[in-house]
C-alpha cells in the first residue's frame, strides 16, 4: 500500500527566500531509511523569483544531498570546497561534527529547477569530519525509460560515493504510456517524489510535487507514466533508521541539549563549523530555540 505525503510551502534562507516544496519530514512521517528532509524547487525563472541566495549556514550529523534538473548553484564551505551543482551531477556534502556552506544560483542560470535531500547520520558516525564528494551517474537505459543513479545500487548500475547506511538514489524518467518495472532490496522502504508527469506508484496516482512511500518488503517497484509527455521523477530508499533523531533548523542530533550547543557554538563563531571564504555577505544567524525542549522522533511503525 502506498503512502502519499503532501509537499507544504517553505521559504528558504534568508531575506531573498525562495520558496520550496518540502514532503520529509512531516508529521505523519520522519524518515524513509536515512532520508530525512526532500525539498523539491522550480522550475523558478530567476528574473522573477531572484533565485537561491543561502548565505553561510551550519550543519551537524547529516549529509546533504543537492541534484539539480536545470539551473546551476554555486557551493562554497568550510572545507575550503568551491564547486558547481549542474544537472545530472551529484554533489554530496557531509556535515558530520560541523561544516558551513553557502549555495547561490549562478549569473548563468535563467530557470532553477531541483531538490536539495538530507540523509541523518547514524550515531556511530555523526561526528565524523566533515567531507565532500562528486559524481556524475551515466544514465542507464531501462525498458519505457532511463535511470541515473546518484547513491546506491539500481538497474545494474552502482554508485561509486560512499554513505554511512546503505541507501538508494536516483533519478528515474519514464517515456509517455510507458511502465517500469524495477528490481529493489525488499529490506528497503521506498518513496518516489514526482517532478512532473501524471505517474503512478504500485497503481496509486501521485501528483507532482508528492511523495509516494512503500514500507519494506517489495522486490520490485512498478512505476507507470499515463501522460502524453515525458514524465520525472526521484526516487530514494534505504533500510529502515532505527535510531531517533532531533532535527531542528539546519542541525541533527539526539537531544535538545545536542542541538542548544550546536547553535550556541555556531552563534559564537565557534571553529567547529569553520568558514566560508568567497560569498559576499553575512553569514545566516540561528533562529531562536523553542520554548519546549525538542523530542527525539523516529520512524513510524
Request: with cysteine; hydrophobic share 40%; proline share 9%.
Amino acid at each position: 500500500m502506498v503512502e502519499v505525503l503532501p509537499a507544504r510551502d517553505v521559504p528558504l534562507g534568508g531575506p531573498r527566500a525562495m520558496t520550496v516544496r518540502r514532503t520529509l519530514p512531516q508529521r505523519a512521517r520522519t524518515l524513509i531509511g536515512a532520508w530525512c528532509f526532500v525539498d523539491h524547487y522550480g522550475p523558478d525563472d530567476v528574473t522573477d523569483t531572484g533565485g537561491m541566495d543561502v548565505a553561510p549556514h551550519p550543519h551537524t550529523g547529516l549529509q546533504t544531498v543537492s541534484w539539480l534538473f536545470s539551473g546551476e548553484i554555486e557551493h562554497r564551505d568550510s572545507l575550503g570546497i568551491h564547486a558547481y551543482v549542474r544537472p545530472g551531477e551529484l554533489n554530496l556534502m557531509t556535515g558530520g561534527h560541523g561544516i558551513s556552506h553557502s549555495e547561490v544560483s549562478t549569473p548563468a542560470t535563467t530557470v532553477l529547477h531541483g531538490v536539495q535531500l538530507w540523509v541523518a547520520l547514524p550515531e556511530q558516525h555523526r561526528h565524523t569530519a566533515r567531507d565532500f564528494h562528486h559524481h556524475v551517474p551515466q544514465p542507464v537505459a531501462l525498458d519505457g525509460g532511463e535511470a541515473r543513479v546518484f547513491l546506491g545500487t539500481l538497474a545494474g548500475d552502482t554508485s561509486p560515493v560512499p554513505t554511512f547506511t546503505p541507501l538508494l538514489g536516483a533519478e528515474l524518467t519514464i517515456r509517455p504510456h510507458a511502465t517500469l518495472t524495477l528490481a529493489v532490496d525488499p529490506a528497503f522502504e521506498h518513496a518516489l517524489l514526482v517532478d512532473h508527469g501524471d505517474v503512478t506508484l504500485a497503481a496509486t496516482p501521485l501528483r507532482p510535487a508528492e511523495l509516494g512511500y512503500l514500507a519494506p518488503g517489495s522486490t520490485t517497484l512498478t512505476l507507470a507514466n499515463t501522460s502524453d509527455e515525458t514524465a520525472r521523477t526521484v526516487l530514494i530508499g534505504g533500510p529502515p533508521f532505527e535510531e531517533e533523531i532531533v532535527m531542528w533548523w539546519n542541525f541533527i542530533g539526539r537531544s535538545n541539549e545536542d542541538i542548544a550547543r550546536a547553535r550556541e557554538e555556531w552563534q559564537r563563531g565557534s571553529d567547529r563549523f569553520g568558514a566560508v571564504q568567497g560569498y559576499p555577505g553575512d553569514r545566516l544567524p540561528a533562529p531562536e530555540l523553542p520554548a519546549i525542549p525538542l523530542k527525539p522522533r523516529g520512524r513510524v511503525r
